[in-house]
C-alpha cells in the first residue's frame, strides 16, 4: 500500500484538512509534526523569535492534535529539528511515496518548502501543496495574485461578488499507518528554555491550543454567550473574553480554519439572526485573507523597514527610546498597560495594537521593524502575513490608502477607556488618579503627584513631550 506523510504546519487540525482528507482516503498516512529550532533558537534581537506564550500554546495544539488523530486510529509522529532534513530521512527509513502539506505564504516558509522539495528531489519523491490556509480558495479568486487590488475596500468588494466560500472537509473517519512507526518525541516548555508561564489573573481569556479548544471558544463566543450579534459594537473593547471572538491564536496555529468558522457565522444566521456584526466578522476574516494575499504577491517586502511600498524611509528618533515602548515604561498610560497586557499574557487588543505600533512610529519616530519582531516574540496569535502586514499598514508603508495617519494615543485613550478602567487594571499603581487624569498623569501637580502617592519611582515622566497636553511644570 502507498505511504503518504502529511506535514502539519499551521494546521494543527483534523477537520477542513485537505492533505489529510486526500491522504487517509488512498493510503497508509504518516501524520508527521517537526518543531523547527529555528524558530526558537533565532535570535536576531534581544529576545526570543517565538516567547514562552506562544511555545506553549504550540506544545498545547499538538498535542492535541495527536489526540485528534488517535481516535482515528492514527499516530502522530512528532521530532524536533529541520523539517528538510528529517523529512527526507523518514522517506529514505519508511519507504514513503510522497509528502502532502499545506502551502505557505511567507519567505521562511517558503525556503523550508524549497529546501525540503531539493532534499526529495533525490528520492524521486514529491511533494503535493494544497491551499488551505484561507476563506476563499486562491483558485477561486477573481484574478491572479499578482494583479491583487493594493486597497482591502476593493479587494474585498471583488471577492464578495465572485467567489464562493468552499465548504469545510470533514475530518477523515479512519486514518490508517503503516505497521511500524517510528516512536518520535514530543518536546516540553524547558526544552525551548521557559519556565511555565505564570497564568495572569487579569488575561482575557486563559487560551489552551488545540482543535477541540477552538470549536469550544466559537460555541461560547457565538453560541452560548451569544456574543457575536453585538461585535460590530464591541470590537474595539479592552476587557474581558467577549468583546471580540479571540479566535485569533486558533486560527494563526491552524487549529481552526476561517471557512468554518465562516459557515457557522452563517448558521449563526440562519438560525438567530443576521445583522452588521455578523457580517463585519467576515469581513475581520477577510483583512486576515487579505494580508495572506498580500503577502504572497508582494514576498519578502513585508519583512522590510520601506514595506511592500519600498519606501526610502529614516527614523530620527532617540533609539534609547525602542526599550522604553518593549517594556511598557513610556509614561503614556495607555501605551504601558497595552505593552504590560502583552508581556503577562500574549494577548492585546485591536485597538491597542493599533495604537502602540502607531505611538512607536508616528510619535518616537523609530523603526518599526524590532517592533513587529517584539509583537512575533509575544503574541500567542502571531501570524507572519496579518503581523508584519499589519505593521506595513500602521507604518505607512503598507496598504493604508490614507497617507500619515497618525492616532492622537490620549484621545484615543479617552475614547476607549473613559474612566481609566483598563490602564487602571494594568497600571494599579494609577489606580487612585481620577479618571479626567488616569490618561495624561503628567498634567498632575506636585501637590497632586504626592496626594495620589505618584512618585517617579513608581510611574514614569513621558518619555517624549506629549502633543497638546505638556508637561506640568509645577
Ligand atoms: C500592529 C498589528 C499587528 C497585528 N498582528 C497580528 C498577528 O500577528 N496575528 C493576527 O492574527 N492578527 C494580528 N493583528 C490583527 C488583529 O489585531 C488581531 O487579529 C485581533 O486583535 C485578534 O483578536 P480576535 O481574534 O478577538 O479578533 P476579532 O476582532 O474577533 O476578529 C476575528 C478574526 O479576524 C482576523 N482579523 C481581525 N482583524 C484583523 C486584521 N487587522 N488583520 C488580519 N486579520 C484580522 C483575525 O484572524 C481574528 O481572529 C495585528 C494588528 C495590528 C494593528
Redesign the pocket.
Known amino acids: 500500500m502507498r505511504k503518504i506523510l502529511v506535514w502539519f504546519r499551521n494546521d494543527l487540525r483534523v477537520r477542513d484538512h485537505e492533505p489529510l482528507c486526500k491522504a487517509a482516503g488512498k493510503a497508509e498516512v504518516i501524520p508527521y509534526y517537526c518543531f523547527d529550532v529555528r524558530q526558537f533558537a533565532d535570535i536576531r534581537y534581544a529576545f526570543p523569535k517565538t516567547g514562552a506564550f506562544r511555545t506553549k500554546f504550540l506544545l498545547e495544539s499538538v498535542h492535541n492534535l495527536g489526540e485528534e488523530i488517535a481516535q482515528r486510529g492514527g499516530k502522530l509522529l512528532v521530532e524536533t529539528g529541520k523539517p528538510e532534513e528529517r523529512i527526507p530521512q523518514l522517506v529514505a527509513t519508511l519507504g514513503i511515496n510522497a509528502v502532502y502539506a499545506h502551502k505557505e505564504v511567507t519567505d521562511e516558509e517558503i525556503q523550508v518548502e524549497e529546501a525540503l522539495e531539493h532534499a526529495l528531489w533525490r528520492y524521486k519523491v514529491p511533494v503535493e501543496y494544497f491551499w488551505g490556509t484561507t476563506l476563499y480558495h486562491l483558485e477561486d479568486l477573481p484574478f491572479p495574485v499578482k494583479n491583487l487590488p493594493e486597497v482591502f475596500s476593493d479587494f474585498r468588494k471583488e471577492v464578495e461578488r465572485y467567489v464562493h466560500v468552499r465548504e469545510p472537509m470533514p475530518a477523515p473517519t479512519r486514518i490508517n499507518v503503516p505497521p511500524v512507526m517510528p516512536p518520535g518525541r514530543m518536546p516540553t516548555l524547558e526544552q525551548f528554555g521557559f519556565a511555565e508561564p505564570v497564568h495572569d489573573e487579569r488575561a482575557v481569556l486563559a487560551f489552551r491550543g488545540g482543535e477541540p479548544e477552538a470549536l469550544r471558544r466559537m460555541q461560547a463566543y457565538f453560541w452560548d454567550n451569544d456574543q457575536l450579534q453585538h461585535?460590530k459594537h464591541t470590537?474595539n473593547g479592552l476587557i474581558g473574553a467577549d468583546y471580540?471572538?479571540?479566535?485569533?491564536p486558533w486560527?494563526?496555529t491552524g487549529c481552526i480554519s476561517?471557512r468554518t468558522i465562516f459557515w457557522d457565522v452563517k448558521r449563526y444566521e440562519r438560525e438567530r439572526l443576521r445583522n452588521e456584526s455578523t457580517i463585519h466578522?467576515i469581513t475581520?476574516?477577510m483583512?486576515?485573507d487579505?494580508?495572506r494575499f498580500i503577502a504572497k504577491k508582494h514576498a519578502n517586502k513585508i519583512f522590510k523597514a520601506g514595506g511592500i511600498k519600498e519606501a526610502a524611509v529614516r527614523f530620527n528618533g532617540n533609539p534609547a527610546h525602542f526599550e522604553r515602548w518593549r517594556s511598557g515604561t513610556t509614561g503614556y498610560p495607555f501605551i504601558d498597560a497595552n505593552m504590560t497586557e502583552m508581556m503577562r499574557t500574549g494577548y492585546?487588543?485591536?485597538r491597542g495594537?493599533?495604537n502602540v505600533?502607531s505611538f512607536l512610529v508616528r510619535d518616537l519616530a523609530l523603526n518599526w521593524v524590532p517592533g513587529?519582531a517584539w509583537?512575533?516574540s509575544q503574541?500567542l496569535?502571531?501570524?507572519p502575513a496579518?503581523?508584519w502586514?499589519?505593521?506595513n499598514?500602521?507604518a505607512g508603508v503598507g496598504n493604508d490608502p490614507r497617507e500619515g495617519r497618525h492616532f492622537n494615543v490620549v484621545k484615543q485613550a479617552r475614547e476607549y477607556d473613559p474612566e481609566g478602567e483598563y490602564v487602571k487594571r494594568w497600571l494599579p499603581q494609577l489606580r487612585d488618579l481620577p479618571p479626567a487624569l488616569v490618561h495624561t498623569p503628567w498634567l498632575l501637580t506636585a501637590s497632586q503627584r504626592q496626594q495620589y502617592g505618584l512618585t517617579e519611582e513608581c510611574y514614569p515622566f513621558p518619555i517624549i513631550e506629549p502633543r497638546g497636553t505638556p508637561l506640568a511644570r509645577s
Open positions: 461585535y470590537r471580540s471572538s479571540k479566535l485569533a486560527l494563526s476561517p466578522l475581520e476574516l483583512w486576515r487579505f494580508f492585546m487588543s485591536s495594537r493599533q505600533a513587529a509583537f512575533e503574541l496569535d502571531y501570524d496579518s503581523n502586514g499589519n505593521w499598514y500602521v
